[in-house]
């Protein structure tokens, strides 16, 4: 729940949570009075008020603590705003009144606002019901309007670790609970507990999901259902590409499991990663934090937001952060992070918003520990086999815009358009297994890279009601452009033993100043049109439908000369991806559900040896699940069966590893599991997050016999078990908290004919925070202990056989003011 820490406008001392829900007026007349119908079954108050507010398109304040608990009879038919509401509220104890159009508040009848002006709606007759006896409407001129900015989700005191919508899946605000494929949310204040400041640390709280190799700082990277997203995550909705971006402007990440082209294009099929940001709020909001932690790793992040005008129709947000750190592992990093965020109402109808990404970052790069047989080498955890001068550069600048315009209550639209620069330079040592008397052979090779990507989309979305039935129909298209030049130098190879601790093995100063002399530009763009329909019968059954075709091409070569002299071969793909899904809602708390999904993926993300680009990835899954809710919708929970398959999947190409890191492909892999996901707030003192997932990963067509790539090897990088339990309790309510939970993975391969094995782990982390009000400030400290136990273990497997080592024992805190 919500602290007890407000500005001064807000009365009662208790944070009014604010739903707000697309505001699409189509004339200037009191929301009142348009009849429209409702399907708001029995069910707590609360969740009731947010389905009306859905499906009013109204601006719906109330605070929480007075509704908990709370019941509510159905409402269905058609009828007005006011008369729903009326039904909805009757016996609670609770009363509302119009503060505009767009806006009402749900308060106790002695509540002590300050009120204007006061009048009598004059009820309207239903057919068939009767006369309706309606409260009295207050109008209150200055305390609120139709710009004001959602707070319930978006609010930063916001304690609940439950989220009821998302987007992602559907490109509309659906409830998980009538969504008919696996989703999960992890909120911001999960993030806050766990002091998460990379995406990789958000992974465990999610089932199947285990983190993918990045360098330590230079990518974000992850598995989902046994598969690699090969970079394919986005921000709020646009595809990033790779590069790894600070969390400080983070609201939330959606992890969507299976294939999801029909939304995003080609990705991966194992899911994709969508991180939410941060919104401009109507309420002014500041915040300073500084963390401070084990191997100087220091941080400092600002967060500042409210109202540029006096009627708050323009708002903006800045959050920023620096980063300056060292590791257990040498592996230094500084990072700026730059987030300005403006968001224009230029009517009730038509939002505009506009962000800009920019970040800097200067690190050194972690190859990981290689391989000596199957296992990792037995050296200690702390050794960086790569050289002093091993490091990254890179500038990264991308670019957001997007609008919505409403024509009415029931049909809107969005466009929305994305560019993105980046330039790095790299200087790295690869490095060959260990043989038995501890001889491997490590190869430097220097990078020079540019990428430019734009991508933009449009969207129709309508609500109508035919033949008795409920739909939400999406129609739209996108397209996507990404230039890659990447310009290459290596060839050497350096004879090295394990026991060889020099940091200065290579001077890369002269090997540098020689450039590159190879090339290798890249092209890929697609265009996508995809529809969708989601219906509605008998309040209950719930039908998902679409489908999208993709026209796409992939170009890729090879020159030693520059890039612009390279010959681009390629290859063009058109395919239909089709998705169906059924959802049934028997009960309240409990949903069934099963879906079937194709999806055309990406080219990989990788270059083989002689340039040749490689074709398209088929994804195909079949998904059976259930999703219950406890509590009044205060804690959600999930278990679904899934069953995968990916043609042209990738797998690094160990033949040609001395020249580079090139790739090659398999025919089909296959991936099916079982997955649990719990997550929420049992009381107002206790909240958890809990997952589980058993996932059997294999090859299951190849025309290769080596024995990581033939007919049954193991998927690397996937754990047959998973899982974690993070719990919290608040000790003094507001005041006090303490958490604490483990996670799991059992043992997981590598790529590479040893099959070599990364030994299974659990790692224990907890904190403790407290928090006191000065005045109209808020002081946060908090110290996080990972890994408490101080356990040995490796994280992730590296691109070819070397795995990454775990952090041991570390101690972060933290010093946070907001008001």
Not at 339 to 346: K, L, V
């Amino acid at each position: 729940m919500a602290q007890n820490l407000k500005r001064s406008h807000r009365n009662k001392g208790a944070l009014v949570s604010i739903f707000l829900l697309s505001l699409m007026p189509g004339i200037a007349v009191m929301a009142g009075d348009n009849a429209r119908q409702y399907h708001i079954p029995a069910q707590s108050l609360n969740n009731a008020l947010m389905q009306f507010a859905t499906d009013s398109h109204l601006e719906l304040m109330f605070t929480a603590e007075k509704i908990r608990g709370l019941r509510t009879d159905s409402v269905d038919g058609s009828m007005t705003p006011a008369q729903a509401l009326s039904q909805l509220l009757q016996g609670s104890g609770m009363t509302y009144r119009f503060v505009d159009a767009k806006t009402v508040t749900v308060e106790q009848p002695d509540a002590n606002f300050r009120k204007t002006a006061t009048v009598e709606e004059k009820p309207e007759t239903q057919s068939g019901s009767g006369d309706t006896t309606l409260p009295k409407v207050t109008v209150e001129a200055d305390a609120g309007n139709a710009y004001d900015d959602p707070a319930w989700a978006n609010d930063p005191y916001n304690t609940d670790y439950n989220r009821p919508n998302s987007s992602t899946a559907t490109k509309t605000d659906t409830p998980i609970m009538e969504t008919p494929v696996s989703i999960q949310v992890v909120p911001q204040q999960l993030l806050k507990d766990q002091q998460v400041t990379r995406l990789e640390d958000v992974y465990r709280n999610v089932s199947g999901v285990q983190p993918g190799f990045g360098y330590s700082n230079f990518w974000d990277d992850a598995y989902i259902r046994g598969f690699p997203v090969n970079a394919n995550i986005f921000r709020n909705g646009f595809r990033q590409r790779f590069y790894a971006f600070d969390t400080a402007d983070l609201q939330q990440i959606e992890i969507l499991k299976g294939p999801a082209a029909i939304m995003f294009g080609r990705v991966e099929p194992g899911g994709i990663i969508n991180q939410v940001t941060k919104k401009p709020l109507a309420d002014p909001y500041y915040s300073v934090q500084q963390q401070f932690g084990s191997y100087d790793y220091y941080r400092t992040s600002i967060d500042a937001t409210g109202p540029i005008t006096d009627d708050k129709s323009l708002r903006y947000r800045f959050n920023g952060a620096y980063t300056n750190a060292d590791s257990f592992r040498d592996v230094d990093l500084e990072r700026v992070f730059l987030a300005p965020t403006m968001s224009w109402q230029i009517t009730p109808d038509t939002e505009v918003n506009l962000s800009l990404n920019y970040q800097h970052q200067d690190t050194a790069l972690d190859e990981g520990l290689p391989f000596q047989g199957n296992r990792p080498v037995d050296v200690p955890l702390t050794r960086n086999l790569c050289d002093d001068e091993c490091s990254l550069s890179y500038d990264l600048t991308v670019l957001y815009l997007n609008w919505s315009h409403h024509f009415n209550d029931n049909w809107t639209v969005r466009n929305g358009f994305s560019g993105g620069w980046t330039e790095d330079y790299i200087q790295e040592l690869g490095q060959s297994t260990v043989d038995a008397a501890g001889n491997f052979e490590q190869y430097p090779w220097r990078y020079d890279e540019e990428s430019n990507h734009y991508q933009t989309y449009l969207d129709l979305n309508g609500k109508f009601e035919l033949f008795g039935t409920k739909h939400n129909t999406l129609v739209g298209v996108d397209y996507f452009t990404r230039d890659f030049k990447q310009g290459f130098r290596g060839g050497v190879t350096l004879a090295r033993n394990i026991q060889d601790t020099r940091p200065d093995v290579f001077d890369f100063k002269p090997f540098a100043a020689l450039g590159s002399n190879e090339f290798y530009p890249s092209q890929e763009e697609w265009f996508g049109v995809y529809f969708q329909d989601q219906i509605t019968l008998w309040k209950n059954l719930h039908i998902l439908g679409g489908g999208r075709y993709d026209w796409a091409s992939a170009k890729s070569g090879f020159s030693t000369v520059s890039s612009e002299a390279a010959n681009l071969i390629g290859t063009n793909t058109g395919y239909f991806s089709p998705r169906v899904g059924i959802l049934y809602r028997p009960l309240e708390w409990l949903s069934v559900y099963g879906n079937y999904v194709e999806s055309l993926g990406s080219n990989n993300g990788g270059r083989s040896f002689d340039g040749t680009p490689f074709q398209p990835q088929i994804g195909e899954q079949y998904e059976a699940g259930i999703k219950t809710e406890f509590f009044e919708g205060r804690l959600n929970a999930s278990l679904a069966y899934y069953h995968l398959t990916k043609q042209n999947t990738l797998t690094p190409d160990l033949e040609h590893i001395s020249a580079g890191q090139f790739s090659k492909a398999i025919g089909e892999a296959r991936s099916q599991g079982i997955e649990f996901d719990l997550s929420g707030n049992v009381t107002d003192r206790f909240s958890i997050v809990a997952n589980y997932a058993y996932i059997d990963a294999a090859i299951t067509k190849s025309d290769d016999d080596s024995p990581h790539l033939r007919v049954g090897a193991a998927l690397p990088n996937v754990p047959e078990h998973s899982g974690s339990v993070w719990a919290k309790y608040m000790l003094i309510p507001e005041r006090f908290e303490i958490g604490a939970g483990p996670y799991f993975a059992s043992s997981r391969h590598i790529i590479g004919p040893n099959l070599g094995v990364m030994p299974g782990y659990v790692r224990l982390d907890a904190y403790a925070a407290y928090h006191v009000n000065l005045g109209d400030t808020r002081l946060t400290t908090q110290v996080n202990i990972n890994n408490v136990l101080d356990k040995d273990y490796f994280k992730t497997p590296g691109f070819g056989q070397e795995a990454l080592p775990g952090e041991p024992l570390t101690v972060m805190g933290s010093v946070r003011l907001e008001y």
